[in-house]
T-cell receptor, first 113, second 114 residues
């Protein structure tokens, strides 16, 4: 069965620090990958997605993620975080042509001003 | 404004009672989903519907039921058979029957069983 593993449940950073959140999935076929974000008091929303092509994907608010097929990974990065990036981040995967998106457990990021 | 609405925001029920959570979307999306979110477990799929009058069980459907009589509505009933119903419930929709497109989420309903 497919699964998604997010390595860190809680991350605390100071403003301007660099961010990398790990995400690994288990599935042997072709997949589509997502990062969703849930800011405090707001709806869950899409941060970025990968379907095909360039494995380095750019998203909103300066986030990017790199798909490394050989490592089954889709890590999220941001060079310099801001206080407003405080949120919970979810990695998700779906096999191409499928209908069930599998979500990771989430990583709570707190950025100190 | 287009989007997904869920009501109520907070819901309390006594053990043994059924309760229905509302989800409405005006995005003209074909597919709709119900997830349960528990701390440290991410989102788990309860039910999904690709088209009106059709729906499929997700990974944790036991104790839940749904209907899809209209494209814009996908209510979820939490029955008394659900052993641990206290949770945060999220409804989502996507533009095509395949969620290769992004899912749009509602604000959620927090259900507490007393």
């Amino acid at each position: 069965a497919q699964s998604v593993s997010q390595h860190n449940h809680h991350v605390i950073l100071s403003e301007a620090a660099s961010l990398e959140l790990g995400c690994n999935y288990s599935y042997g076929g072709t997949v589509n990958l997502f990062w969703y974000v849930q800011y405090p008091g707001q709806h869950l929303q899409l941060l970025l997605k990968y379907f095909s092509g360039d494995p380095l994907v750019k998203g909103i608010k300066g986030f990017e993620a790199e798909f490394i097929k050989s490592k089954f990974s889709f890590n999220l990065r941001k060079p310099s975080v801001q206080w407003s990036d405080t949120a919970e981040y979810f990695c998700a995967v779906i096999d191409t042509g499928g209908f069930k998106t599998i979500f990771g457990a989430g990583t709570r990021l707190f950025v100190k001003a | 404004d287009g989007g997904i609405t869920q009501s109520p925001k907070y819901l309390f029920r006594k053990e043994g009672q059924n309760v229905t959570l509302s989800c409405e979307q005006n995005l003209n999306h074909d597919a709709m989903y119900w997830y349960r979110q528990d701390p440290g477990q991410g989102l788990r799929l309860i039910y999904y519907s690709q088209i009106v009058n059709d729906f499929q069980k997700g990974d944790i459907a036991e104790g839940y039921s749904v209907s899809r009589e209209k494209k814009e509505s996908f209510p979820l009933t939490v029955t008394s058979a659900q052993k641990n119903p206290t949770a945060f419930y999220l409804c989502a929709s996507s533009i095509q029957t395949s969620p290769v497109n992004e899912q749009f989420f509602g604000p959620g309903t927090r259900l507490t069983v007393l």
